[in-house]
């Protein structure tokens, strides 16, 4: 086990000396802090006046009864214009709060695609790359098994995805507390699922999104890893397994009529759609999807697993 | 003879329908430096690749100290050290940590023998420099450094003075020789450069299209066999009667020449009983066949298939 643990050392050691380690974080870094930049100067994207003061329920009714009447003009509060919501505020006194830091974590959720493409490009080189410098040469005439080596590798790549994720998460409150302040931190947060309106914890609710976007990306890292394997080529795994990941839900909405379109791994990789919002094929399930997830997973894992120990080392 | 290091034992590789290493035999001792030759394309690297598990066997097996590089491959290449063709480093990590990274992939190496290899390449002074700004011979001795790390009983350098200055060539040669001598290293080096190799091996054994076709002993051939003497004498009749008493062989006059296939040593007392005969000598010429014209003649020229 030791000797597995300084494996994995290694491989942290030659991502941290590698540039495009440090550049991709300095990107989602400067992307958060613009994003935080963008939404205190130009209040629209912040969803405007907050009806929070102490009659907050009479100015929602109020602006509900406007809604009614079919007038979309002149709304004081343009970020309440659900009905349905504002009701469900007033039922269950949950008073809107104004934009703060944990608002700023949720919209940068947004970011996590940002974060699947460095877990990609990582994902891809680690076992990629080796052959491209050559020095896969080395690493294999060591007395160690290529499956540990390999699997050193992938939870390298497991732990980077993590480690971006969490940098997204505690950077973004970070710079949405400073910004837009912690008023409001202890209110629930109101979300629709499946067309019914329920509310939440911030913390475990924006951890849960978090947690399951980090799955549709272990996935997508997953299967980038598995074409470096099998292929050996840098490029190939990350134009690949990125065309994927941008095609995949066009690719769902074209074929969504078919029986079997809940079983293509796209429909079930967003593991969100069944928090909020609806699923994109109506009779997928968490658990089924889960479930689907976890074959596909396990054939990319034995995929890589079987052409790297198989395959010969040839010259290039 | 010492005993056998590692042993090929009737190595096929078969790449498709086209068989390309063609059943190897040969085995490699303690102590001694063996020279892998043969042009290029006649399998030398596919082979090497074979000897670390790089490649898989066809049919056949090769045993490092008892071990089966194909069925017990952690106990076989424990005791292998090796750069398969160009030392290729991480360019990004400096000269130290390229070799603390291969380090810890084998059990039981110290900091304190890590300093050790990089005195014995002698880099000491730019181990610490990115390996991407190395020098090719740089390089070189890195790759040298991360094969001895683990004081392996079998090093196998592929080219290892490829990109060296003449007096890196010449520390290198001496080094693989002392590793053999003092240490017992069984060293396996592949090159081209036959001069390079005569200086350097003890056996050599030259591979060509997957077959290989003659081992034999550098030094030996060097001593033991005949070399070709031309005579310049007159006259030639008379001498041609002389020189076939005295050594024995078949001579072959020419107009003004005498050529005979005989031991160096004996040159002096011919030469002395010639000139008590009253033959008058006006030059005596040695050819020696290189390595290189041997070499030529096994695998003659252009000979990749």
Known sequence: MSNFFQLVRNEWMKLFHQKSTWIMMAILAVL?????????????????????GDNWKQELQEQNAQLM???????????????QENQYRIENDIAPTAYNGWDFVGDNLGLSGLVGLFAIIVGAG??????????IKLLLIRPLSRLKILLSKYVTVL??????????YVFSLITGA???GMDGFSQPHVYQQNGEFQDAGLLSFSLLKYGLSLIELTI???????????????????????????AGSSVIFFLIEKEWAKFILFANTNLNQFVEGSPIISDLTLGFSITVLAVYYIVFLLLSWIFFTKRDVAGS | MSEAVMQLKNVKKTIGKKEIIKGLDFEIHAGEVFGFLGPNGAGKTTTIRMMVGLIQMTEGDVVIKGHSISRDFKQAIRHVGAIVENPEMYPFLSGWKNLVHYARMMPGITEERIHE???LVGLEKRIKEKAGKYSLGMRQRLGIAQALLHNPSVLILDEPTNGLDPSGIREIRAYIRKLAEEEGVAVIVSSHILSEMEMMCDRMGVIKNGELISIQMVHETQQREDVEVVFTASPVDQSATVLKELTGKDVEAGEETLTVQMAKEAIPDVVSELVQKGIRIYGVNIHTSTLEDKFLDLIGEGAVE
């Open chain 1, 178 to 180: 400073a910004l837009f």
């Open chain 2, 117 to 119: 290899v990089v005195r």
């Open chain 1, 220 to 246: 997508m890292t997953t299967f980038a890893f598995m074409i470096a394997a099998i292929f050996r080529n840098t490029s190939l795994a990350i134009g690949l397994s990125i065309f994927l990941m941008m």
């Open chain 1, 69 to 83: 009447e079919g007038s979309q003009e002149d709304l004081k509060y343009p970020g309440y214009q659900n009905v």
């Open chain 1, 32 to 52: 958060v802090l613009g994003a935080g930049i963008l939404f205190k100067v130009d209040a629209a994207f912040t969803n405007g006046e907050v009806p929070n």
């Open chain 1, 126 to 135: 680690i076992v990629a790359n080796e052959f491209r410098w050559g020095t």
């Open chain 1, 159 to 168: 732990t980077y995805t993590l480690a971006m994720m969490v940098f997204l």
